[in-house]
């Protein structure tokens, strides 16, 4: 099946947990250099540790990477990873704020976080991919960007290497499109008008 | 018009009424986490819209004080970011020890985990008895709190963990006695703090000091808020005087940043220039 959009989007927001590394590989290096949206993502990482997601995707992806520092601006053609142990959202539309609240469903970053402020921030010009993942962090905020007339979409659970996160955002979003990962990454191709 | 952007008029307009009202300013802080915790405080004071919130705190007198829990407490970890302790210790503290006498500024220490760390740092370095502590916030529960130096027992495995981490000279349990589920800290660390009601957003300068400290706490700010704090903080700080901040805040969009230098990057920690 095609993936098909029901309408235009501004950003992309991803999240992922538990077997999100593998589904990101190949979701990220689809996105050509000029995608022309910013794409935030939102992995479950240890929050004592330094992450290394930019540098464990640099080499397969030709799109910008870059984990966000307070107040970074909101660029389309950049992959923008949540850092370890902040929660990362939209200021607004065109820069990010970071916080150190409370973890959110025993996670800081939290993907419901990002996921709810990309709805107040972008509304309906906003698209949420929720991915493999063994919690149900992000099913409240996948169904806050339905609530705003954005586009939800979430990795097949019989694809997924955790399917309890993708199945989790089916049931708080059952409009929710369903794709494996390759449909996904065209899914986004897709977004981005690019074929 | 769209909701979301009703939404933020609302908030403003709450902003106004609570500074009109209460004399707290957060109305330069950054938008994102207020709409989050404005959020949950509707929910738990039962206003369906800010607006009615808005209403219960100009008329009940009990709204504001548990309002103000939400707008303004962060729990941080006593040693959080290892590596920054680490270079506090091995760059920064060297150069404090040549001072005759030492002042330092905990901007925003909320309930005090800062605070005892450095305590901890500055006794290990032999500075804790020429040193006086100024650890300020805007939230007095929060104060009282980080005055009193009792912490959960069950996040001391982890402030252990960051500590030794940190380059701690001994074990954390030589500074605390349990009891209770709490974990009490030696009361001779906290000797030297002053605790006291301080706020970036509207009072000025009240001390020249040899180190800043102020982690986390911009994050909640907006660029004009954060641009009034780092000229505080560099109107505060001796010549030479450092200043750190937490791992992903930056000086970079802070045209008073252009007088510091960069001296741990990965660590944010700055010297004036």
Known sequence: ?195 | MESAAILDMELKLLLEAIYLRFHYDFREYSMASLRRRVGQAMVQLHCPSVSRLQEKLLHDPDAFPALLQYMTVQVSDMFRDPTYWRSLRQVVMPVLSTYPSLKIWVAGCSSGEEVYSLCILLREEGLLDKSILYATDINAEALRRAQSGVFELDRLPRFSRNYREGGGRSTLSDYYTAAYGSAVFDKTLSKNVVFSDHSLATDSVFSEVQLVSCRNVLIYFNNALQERAIGLFHDSLVRKGFLGLGSKESLRSVAAGAAFDEVVREDRIFQKL
């Open chain 1, 1 to 195: 099946m095609i993936p098909h959009l029901p309408h235009a989007v501004d950003a992309v927001v991803i999240g992922a947990s538990s077997g999100g590394i593998d589904v990101l590989s190949t979701l990220l290096p689809a996105l050509p250099r000029d995608y022309p949206l910013p794409v935030v993502v939102c992995l479950h990482v240890p929050p004592d540790r330094r992450s290394l997601l930019v540098e464990v995707f640099r080499y397969r992806c030709t799109i910008r990477l870059k984990e966000v520092d307070d107040k970074d601006k909101v660029e389309p053609g950049v992959v923008y990873f949540a850092p370890p142990d902040y929660h990362l959202l939209f200021e607004d539309r065109t820069s990010f704020s970071l916080s150190v609240d409370d973890p959110v469903n025993h996670s800081r970053p939290s993907i419901d976080v990002l996921f709810q402020s990309a709805a107040g921030v972008f509304g309906a010009r906003a698209l949420g991919v929720l991915c493999s993942g063994s919690n149900d962090d992000g099913a409240a905020g996948l169904s806050a960007i339905c609530v705003a007339g954005g586009i939800a979409a979430v990795q097949d659970p019989r694809s997924a290497t955790s399917p309890e996160m993708p199945s989790a955002g089916l049931l708080a979003c059952p409009t929710a499109l369903v794709h494996d990962a390759k449909g996904l990454a065209q899914l986004l191709r897709n977004a981005g008008g690019t074929k």
